[in-house]
């Protein structure tokens, strides 16, 4: 039972356009969600969060948008970089536990 | 400030035998997760110790142990191996329990023939 869902497993983009990579829960007691990016041979690297009292949140190129009435969540890349090029895992936390939910992760080519 | 390191980076070992992973999380963190990762199921979380006390186990058996030493270091052991073992092992530290954010190791890959 995924609790975190990633629906597209891959996403090819354009140079300068916009990426978005998507994610759907189905606990209602998430309240923290978290985006990843991983390169290859590395691990994770931690990008954005969104606390569920907001909607929005933007650091730089990365924007994060909750909807939490459809459990839906949104990552966009503006513009997208050929080295964005990594896969991108959604994570949820439910209130009070330290544990992250991933969902299996969305794979994204950006094409120079 | 020198990163998680992972130890040993790539592993092969035979179904039955058993195999210790090693986590240095960075200097001053004092909980450590431990995560499998593998192509169907993403990753999956397996433990967090904090204070050398497990803290959380994700659902897996309980041939998937661990520990956490007073200097804040990690080892997982996986004993009587299976095929399905075979999977990117990740390591994640943070300062306290509940931090923002979690910094994750490179991984150890292990493969079970």
């Known amino acids: 039972d995924q609790q975190v869902k990633q629906n597209s497993p891959s996403l090819s983009v354009q140079e300068g356009r916009i990426s978005i990579l998507n994610c759907d829960y189905t606990?209602?007691?998430?309240?923290?969600f978290l985006w990843y990016k991983k390169y290859p041979a590395e691990g994770p690297t931690f990008l954005i969060s969104?606390?569920?009292?907001?909607d929005k949140n933007e650091d730089g190129r990365f924007t994060v948008f909750l909807n939490k009435s459809a459990k839906h969540l949104s990552l966009h890349i503006v513009p997208s970089q050929p080295g964005d090029s990594a896969v991108y895992f959604c994570?949820?936390?439910?209130?009070?536990?330290?544990?992250?939910?991933f969902g299996r992760g969305t794979s994204l080519i950006v094409h120079p | 400030k020198a990163g998680v390191t992972q130890t040993p980076r790539y592993l092969i070992k035979t179904r039955g035998q058993q195999v210790t992973l090693s986590c240095s999380p960075i200097?001053?963190?004092?909980?450590v997760s431990w995560y499998q990762q593998t192509p169907g199921q993403g990753l999956q979380f397996l433990f967090e110790?904090?204070?050398?006390?497990?803290?959380n186990k994700g659902n897996f058996p309980g041939r998937f142990s661990g520990r956490q030493f007073s200097n804040s270091r990690s080892e997982m052991n996986v004993s009587t191996l299976e095929l399905g073992d075979s999977a990117l092992y990740l390591c994640?530290?943070?300062?306290?329990?509940?931090?923002?954010?979690?910094?994750f190791g490179p991984g150890t890959r292990l493969l079970v023939l």
């Open positions: 994640a530290s943070s300062p306290q329990r509940g931090g923002e954010t979690q910094y």
């Open positions: 200097s001053g963190h004092r909980s």
């Open positions: 110790y904090f204070s050398e006390t497990q803290r």
């Open positions: 606990n209602s007691m998430f309240d923290y």
């Open positions: 969104i606390s569920s009292i907001k």
């Open positions: 994570a949820a936390r439910a209130g009070g536990s330290y544990i992250p939910t």
